[in-house]
Every structure is written in C-alpha cells, then in structure tokens.
C-alpha cells in the first residue's frame, strides 16, 4: 500500500485508542460482572498470593501481564486491554499489508469496530489478550520469523485455553509446509510454565492436570449447533457478517484452486493456515463444545472476541472479492468507502450505554448494599458471598479466607465469627455456588436484614439479600450485647379481624393478614420508652397460603416508629424466605431512630395486600438490643 493510501486511514488509527481511552475512564462498566472481575482480582492481588500466578482458570500470562496494571485499581486492565486491543488492530494491518491484500487499512476499520471487541476491551476479560497473542504470532510468521512465531504461539494456552486449538492448527501448518524441526517448540510454552509452576505444585504435570475445563461435561448444559455461527453477528455486527461470509466463500474458493493447482494460490500458507485456519478450528471447537455440552462450555459469543482480528483478514478478503467485480475504479472507490462507513457506523447503531459500558443492576444494587454496610456495620466483619463484584464494592481481599468465603463455606461445620455478614445474590449463590435462598432462611445462626434491589435495562429487578448472624441468644451475650424483652404474644386471645382459629403455628390461634384486612395483630407501645443507639429486633413464626407473583402486593413483616405518619417504615418481604404452605421462623433487626414527638409509636405487625394469599403470625417475641454494632 502506498504512503498516500496509508494517509487515508491515519485519523482512524489515530481516533481509535483516543476513543477506548475516553470510554475507558468515563463508563463505570466493567464489561461483564463475573469473569472480568475475577481475572482483575487475580491479578490485583498476585503479589500478596503468589500461587495466582500458577492458576490455571486465571491464567497465568494473563496475571503476570495484567498483576501490574492492576494495582492501579479496575481501571488499570481496562487500560492494558485498551493498549492490547489497539495493538491488534495494527497488527491486523500489518498482516494484511504483509500478505499483499488490497485495501489493507479496511483491515484495521474491520478489527477496531466490531461492536462486541469495543465494549469488552473496557474489561478484565483474557480475550483482548489472546487476540493480540493470536494475531502477534501471525504477524511474525508473514515476516519471516516463523521461530519466533512458534515459540510466541506455544504460550497461547496460557492466555486462554483455545490456545490448545490453535496449536493444532499450528502443527498442520508446520506440516505442510515442511517445518517439521519446529514442532517440538510448539510445546515450549508448557515446558517453561511446568518448571515454573513446579515450585508451587512439585509436579511438573500441572500444567496438564491443573486445567479446569477438563471435563467431558458441563453445569450449563448443551446448546444449538449452529449458536456460534449465527452469534458472530453480535460479535461483529451485521456488516462485517455479510463480508465474512463473503470471505470464507473465497476462502473456500481458493482452497479449491490449491487442491487442484497442488500449490498456494491464490492465497499463501500462511493465510491459509494460520488465519482461515485458525478461525475455522476455533469456531468450530467452540460449536462442538456447547453443541455437545462438554469442556465446562457456556456458549458465551464473548469467547470469539479471541478470534476478531483474524475475522478482520477474512473480512478485507470478502470486501475485495465484492468489489472488485465492479467495472470501473470509481464505482470501487465508492463501494468501499460505503461499507467502512456502515461498519464504523454500526456500534453506535448497536451499542447501549446501559447495557454495553454502564454497571449492571446487581452490580449497582450491589454498591448500594456496601454503603449500607459501611454506615451500618463499620468494620471488622467476615463476609460470605459468591459475586466477585462485592470484592470490590467491599474491599475484600478474595484469596483470604479471613475476610472472606463463599456461601457454601457456612455449611461446612466451622464456627461462624460473632461479626459475620452473609450476602445472596439472585445468580451466583443459587447457580455458581448452589446456595438456595431458602436455606438461609432457615438457618437459626442468621436473621435477614434488607433485600437491595435494581432493575436491569429489560426492567426486571436484581436481588441481593443481606444477612447477619445473630448475637442476641443470652440476655448478656460476650461481645457486650444486652437483650431485653418488650413484648410477646401467642395470639391465643382470638380477634375476629385479625386472627385466624384455622390455622396456627402453636396453640389455636394465629395473626392472620390478607387483602381484606391487611394489617394484622401485632405490637403497639409507646416508643418514648426505648433507649436511643439501639435495635428492635422481632422474631416470630411465619406461614404463606402461597406466593403473590406481584411484587408489589406482597406481605411484608413491619417494624414502624410513626407519630401521625410513619417516619422509619422498615420492611422484610417475606414470601422471599418463606416456602408456600410451612410455617418458618424469622427474626428482623431495626435500628430505633430518634424520636420526632414524645407521643411517637412503635409497632410490629404483618402488612398484606395481596388478593391471592393470607399471611399469617405466631407465636411473635419484640426485643430491645443495646450495645449492639
């Protein structure tokens, strides 16, 4: 390509770092709210758990890349992946330049703007790496240093496990090209991570055993065969889909010529090979490992983010093919400069602020649950939870089990710590970690404090629940905690509005609150009789005919300090730990406010709109808790 032709695409190499910089320090996303976290987390604390840097889920070139980066905090791998991301767009170009294609600069345009490649850069994500790693190596092999070029590969796995895939490939290539001394190098990467990692493991095989996709099967189940095929297109957009598709046409074309010619053209091995090739085998690999439910597969279209600068080459393939069917130079021109003008249009056709490059609703209810728990709970508490996210709304070193473990740790047997707070997330706890909600509920060392709640852009609200262990058992309890009960009620005094002979927990008679009568018996005393920097806690026994699919009409178990009005409304949804038709022990803990007027109130009581169900109470116990933090 001429220097003028080059002069052509200059503002665009130029505006698209400029662009994932700005992104990178404006939108508060982190790309994805699990693994993106978890590979910053790695890497951010590799120098205080040096074994990071042997994990095999983590990633080991990853972490040693990004643990630097990742000091200066999340933004730190959105800049690294900025700078890797960018990297390979250029790369992208100087393959297509080396390899003599046409329109080379097209082949930034196709690597830089494929929606999904932009949004997933701002995060911690390994595929921005292996996507420089994959393309690195191609650029050397076009150069002529096809040594480098195998030795670069071989440490492909440790970037992302596809690696082995591409290693295959590799192998044919060397193959076929009668480079058979470098084989053995393809496996210099596992060489020097096994004596490495040795030091850690004391086995040189770990670099094989430790690998955690190993597995032929997978929780999440199996998918459509042809899930990755049709998904590119939200991985590229649907420009640069059809270009492909007219790419792998020539692709297929022109391995035709070289079966019958018996030599490569019109394309070169390397072409051929290591970026057709590559592509193939990786979709195809991926297609096979959902389709068939194996390798702990998922089917996330993230995972081709990997293979974007290759789909870049394949793409200019297809746009040259296209366009150069046209009779007249001008008429090309045109052609091309309209189809770089719909791809680079395309993400901002595509894109979402709220989806693509704002937190996620559990991420952002998330957030609002560390505020409470600062103001609330101050310091020194264990924390139980399964969402990385919270690492960092908290401030929890993951990899030390003194500040931190997953849920199912609570049901191992060990003592829980008199300061331990346990958070349940609507898809880590129940899905990652197996925790159901109701299992908490029923777990006599917790008491539920506050559901924190966001919607995502399809309106659908995240949950996360926040638990505390109770420490109020003894009237006097060790941590300095005094216990003094205010009121009891068995309800066994029957009141036809609000109580219930049907249906009782103990005795003949329970509270009882539904659409017709929604509030039911409960405390009401004066509140000018409670001390100041204390709790009310309420525990009693609770029973749901069924659930209310309103959220909105569901019963709720009050504590309220109200005068002509309630002023401190504290609220326990409670068909959110209750199973349909058994009764269940709660206890809910709120905080005594300061009084407005010496005649304020406070009460505990069942509140229940719901026409589709009764609510009912027994067996109700309201204590003042003083000294408690």
Known sequence: ??????????????????????????????????????????????????????NHWAKPIYVLLAAPFAQAGFIGVKLMNTLLSTASAYLTYGVARRLQMPRAGAAFVFTAAAPMGIYLTLSGLTEPLFAFWLIASVYLAVRGQGLAAVIWVSFLPFVRSEGLVILCVWAVYLLFTRRWRWLPLLMA??????????????????????????TMGSVYG?????????????????????????????????????????????????????VYGSFTAYVVAHTLFWYLGIFQSFGLLRVLVGVIPLSGLICLRGLNAAVNVLPHKTAQTAAVSLVLLAVLAYPFYSLNYAMHFDLKADQKAQNELANFVKQQYGSGYKYYFDMPHLNLALHTDPFDDQQKQMTAALFTGAPLPDKTLVIWDDWYSPVE???????????????PVRIFEAKDPWGSPRL?????????????ADDGTTLQTIFTTDFEKPDIAHTH??????????????????????????ASELPTNAFI????YFYLSQKEPDRYKEPLFIISFENDSSYSWNKLPLQAYLPENKWQKLSFTAQIPSLQTPADRVKVYVYNPSENCHAYIDSLSVNVVSGAK
């Open 433 to 447: 970690a197996g925790t159901k909600l109701e299992k908490l509920a029923q777990d006599d060392r917790l008491e």
């Open 537 to 540: 806690r309420a525990e009693a």
């Open 1 to 54: 390509m001429s220097a003028k032709n080059i002069t052509n695409y200059q503002l665009l190499f130029l505006l698209y770092p400029v662009a994932l910089l700005i992104l990178a320090f404006t939108s508060p996303g982190t790309g994805d709210e699990g693994d993106s976290i978890m590979h910053y987390l790695y890497a951010r604390y590799a120098f205080a758990h040096p074994q990071n840097f042997f």
């Open 189 to 214: 990467g596992h060489v020097a991570l096994s004596i490495a990692g040795y030091f850690y493991y004391g086995n040189l095989l770990w670099v094989f055993k430790k690998i955690p996709y190993a």
């Open 464 to 476: 996360t629940h926040l638990f505390v262990k109770k420490r109020y058992a003894n009237t006097t």
């Open 222 to 274: 199996a998918g459509k065969l042809l899930h990755f095929v049709k998904g590119l297109w939200e991985v590229v957009g649907y420009p640069m889909y059809l270009l492909l598709g007219l790419g792998m046409l020539y692709g297929a074309y022109a391995l035709g010529q070289i079966i019958k010619q018996k030599k490569y053209h019109p394309i070169s091995a390397h072409e051929l090979w290591l």
């Open 501 to 526: 002979s049907m249906q009782a927990y103990a005795g003949k008679y329970a509270g009882v609150a539904h659409a017709g009568s929604p509030f039911s018996a409960g405390m009401d005393l004066p």
